[in-house]
């Protein structure tokens, strides 16, 4: 585990130069939807989330060198979406140098601040790989899908627990 960092939370629209290096990182780890044979654009989503009162909506974590050390977005659908209404928590991604540190963790609440800001108490995420950060905040298993990576679990956060 690294030490550490002071970490930054900005809505993309604040830091559009990320859209470079999230684009990047989008291709190397969903490389199955936006990779050279994939249905998605991570240029064109990552464009549309330059928002700051309308989904989609980003937010990127920096440290204190303007270092992108992660994002999570929150939009109308995702994988799942057929299992419920949404809005969605979607695309957390840390870098895995940057992972052990919370970063996820501050991801994820910034999304459910960003959706109670916009108005919505409700909203839902699908994943494989973060279930701990979402159980520890308080988000519960809703039903399963499956991805082109494999199948996952859908949750459920409501802002009145």
């Not at 684009?23 to 654009?41: A, F, N």
Request: charged share 20%.
């Amino acid at each position: 585990m690294t030490a550490k960092a002071t970490v930054r939370l900005d809505l993309l629209a604040d830091v559009p130069e990320a859209i470079d290096v999230l684009e990047r990182w989008y291709v190397e780890e969903w490389e199955p939807w936006y990779g050279p044979t994939g249905q998605g654009d991570a240029r064109a989503d990552l464009t549309a989330s330059l928002s700051r009162n309308n989904l989609p909506i980003c937010v990127v974590a920096l440290n204190a060198n303007d270092e992108v050390l992660g994002t999570a977005s929150l939009k109308n659908d995702s994988v799942g979406s057929e299992c419920g209404v949404g809005p969605w928590l979607a695309a957390v991604l840390v870098r895995s140098e940057h992972r052990g540190n919370r970063i996820g963790t501050q991801l994820v609440e910034a999304i459910e601040k960003e959706a109670v800001r916009l108005g919505y108490s409700q909203i839902f995420t699908s994943t494989d790989t973060a279930q701990s950060i979402l159980k520890r905040r308080g988000w519960v298993p809703f039903g399963t899908a499956n991805s082109l990576r494999g199948p996952l679990t859908i949750y459920n956060w409501t802002a009145l627990r």
